[in-house]
């Protein structure tokens, strides 16, 4: 079984824009392939392209249908930074395993350019700049710790002083990190086009399906639906978001609930470059804008207790977060066109959770995103898919469910 949650509530901006998914067909009978997906997420859609484009024939089903889950409430800051530091990280899983991470990251962000670019999938994919404010988790001395270390690992980027911060980017703070190379991008056109792609090559998508059991047998798995027919693959990926199959450990995982808005269009309002910010702090603050000068903001995270706590504290989060980006940039109209709750999974250290299932032969399983969602959902495509065709990738060990 699989646990069921709302998995977003209220109006999340990326409805305001269209974005066609592919047709999905209610399964009618029993179905073999070499693998088999639950989900039709992001995740679901970039291991499905992934697999597909390696050979191996697809199934997908959804207790719900394509791009109706969490996808939606992702405010897509497409980043190669991770929540976690790399200072912090470093003295959590040590300065190796850590600089490897972050490394992996920042290869993922590049790697999905580069496939968007060549499927042509338009997602109003930009590149831009991040920056990284002082806030009362790293202060400015910290924060520049933070920098010298990133550069000592190869990954770039300035620290900007405060008058280096209030005269490139107009931002009243202590100090920032900037770095270059993340994406800002649709994500439910991202996800349409992906499952598109994977369509294309022969995916078989069937939803509403729910699964109800699954079972390791000799030479292969099989899930069991609510509806009746059973799926028979070689494998199979439960890629279903914050809500946990039961076959999946859940130590160390953690759903938490966040919120966000949108404001009306003033592309006149935004920033130089339009770059990423987010805050070294906590409670944090992060913000970019849309391809029509929207500004998206979001943060004031919670520990998730159910659906309808979460959802109560909308208004006051709402309003919360408006307050917070007027502070931050004065002169901007922080009137919420959009506003909407949703629910993550994080880990202690950050990092997901993607590998092989714990006495599970033949499932594997991702989960745990965290703030960095789409990127590690393009770390999962890239482990799996070599795990599913029998090549080795060196940083599977960072993110295995046995790791520690």
Same mark, same amino acid.
């Given at each position: 079984?699989?646990?069921?949650?709302?998995?977003?509530?209220?109006?999340?901006? /990326?409805?305001?824009?269209?974005?066609?998914?592919?047709?999905?067909?209610?399964?009618?009978?029993?179905?073999?392939?070499?693998?088999?997906?639950?989900?039709?997420?992001?995740?679901?859609?970039?291991?499905?392209?992934?697999?597909?484009?390696?050979?191996?024939?697809?199934?997908?089903?959804?207790?719900?249908?394509?791009?109706?889950?969490?996808?939606?409430?992702?405010?897509?800051?497409?980043?190669?930074?991770?929540?976690?530091?790399?200072?912090?990280?470093?003295?959590?899983?040590?300065?190796?395993?850590?600089?490897?991470? /972050?490394? =992996?990251? =920042?290869?993922?962000?590049?790697?999905?350019?580069?496939?968007?670019?060549?499927?042509?999938?338009?997602?109003?994919?930009?590149?831009?700049?991040?920056?990284?404010?002082?806030?009362?988790?790293?202060?400015?001395?910290?924060?520049?710790?933070?920098?010298?270390?990133?550069?000592?690992?190869?990954?770039?980027?300035?620290?900007?002083?405060?008058?280096?911060?209030?005269?490139?980017?107009?931002?009243?703070?202590?100090?920032?990190?900037?770095?270059?190379?993340?994406?800002?991008?649709?994500?439910?056109?991202?996800?349409?086009?992906?499952?598109?792609?994977?369509?294309?090559?022969?995916?078989?998508?069937?939803?509403?399906?729910?699964?109800?059991?699954?079972?390791?047998?000799?030479?292969?798995?099989?899930?069991?639906?609510?509806?009746?027919?059973?799926?028979?693959?070689?494998? #199979?990926?439960?890629?279903?978001?914050?809500?946990?199959?039961?076959?999946?450990?859940?130590?160390?995982?953690?759903?938490?609930?966040?919120?966000?808005?949108?404001?009306?269009?003033?592309?006149?309002?935004?920033?130089?470059?339009?770059?990423?910010? /987010?805050?070294?702090?906590?409670?944090?603050?992060?913000?970019? #804008?849309?391809?029509?000068?929207?500004?998206?903001?979001?943060?004031?995270?919670?520990?998730?207790?159910?659906?309808?706590?979460?959802?109560?504290?909308?208004?006051?989060?709402?309003?919360?977060?408006?307050?917070?980006?007027?502070?931050?940039?004065?002169?901007?109209?922080?009137?919420?066109?959009?506003?909407?709750?949703?629910?993550?999974?994080?880990?202690?250290?950050?990092?997901?959770?993607?590998?092989?299932?714990?006495?599970?032969?033949?499932?594997?399983?991702?989960?745990?995103?965290?703030?960095?969602?789409?990127?590690?959902?393009?770390?999962?495509?890239?482990?799996?898919?070599?795990?599913?065709?029998?090549?080795?990738?060196?940083?599977?060990?960072?993110?295995?469910?046995?790791?520690?």
């Amino acid at each position: 079984m699989t646990r069921k949650l709302d998995l977003h509530t209220g109006s999340p901006v /990326w409805r305001a824009y269209r974005a066609p998914g592919p047709a999905a067909e209610p399964l009618a009978r029993d179905v073999k392939a070499d693998v088999a997906i639950v989900g039709m997420g992001i995740s679901a859609a970039m291991t499905a392209d992934a697999l597909s484009g390696a050979g191996l024939s697809v199934i997908l089903i959804d207790r719900r249908g394509p791009m109706l889950g969490s996808t939606a409430a992702t405010t897509a800051l497409v980043q190669h930074e991770i929540d976690q530091p790399l200072s912090t990280l470093s003295r959590r899983i040590g300065q190796d395993r850590a600089e490897r991470a /972050w490394r =992996r990251s =920042r290869l993922a962000v590049g790697n999905l350019a580069a496939r968007i670019a060549e499927l042509g999938i338009d997602c109003r994919l930009t590149e831009r700049p991040s920056l990284y404010l002082a806030g009362n988790v790293l202060a400015p001395e910290a924060l520049r710790a933070e920098g010298e270390a990133r550069n000592a690992a190869g990954l770039h980027g300035a620290y900007l002083s405060a008058g280096q911060l209030k005269e490139r980017f107009g931002i009243d703070r202590k100090a920032a990190l900037l770095s270059y190379g993340n994406l800002a991008l649709d994500p439910r056109r991202l996800t349409a086009g992906l499952l598109a792609s994977a369509k294309s090559r022969g995916a078989r998508l069937h939803a509403p399906v729910e699964a109800t059991t699954y079972e390791s047998h000799r030479g292969g798995v099989s899930i069991g639906t609510k509806e009746g027919p059973v799926i028979s693959a070689t494998a #199979a990926v439960l890629a279903t978001g914050y809500e946990l199959a039961d076959i999946v450990p859940h130590d160390g995982h953690e759903i938490i609930s966040t919120y966000a808005i949108a404001t009306r269009p003033q592309p006149r309002a935004i920033w130089p470059k339009a770059a990423f910010m /987010w805050e070294a702090s906590d409670p944090y603050l992060y913000l970019r #804008a849309t391809h029509d000068g929207r500004i998206v903001c979001g943060g004031e995270d919670e520990g998730f207790s159910d659906e309808m706590a979460r959802d109560m504290l909308i208004p006051e989060k709402t309003q919360r977060i408006a307050e917070r980006l007027g502070r931050l940039l004065p002169g901007v109209d922080t009137t919420p066109d959009y506003a909407w709750a949703g629910a993550f999974g994080t880990t202690p250290s950050g990092l997901p959770l993607i590998g092989p299932v714990p006495g599970r032969p033949g499932f594997h399983a991702v989960l745990g995103y965290g703030g960095n969602g789409i990127t590690f959902s393009r770390i999962a495509s890239e482990l799996i898919t070599a795990a599913l065709t029998g090549r080795k990738d060196r940083d599977a060990d960072l993110f295995a469910f046995d790791r520690d």
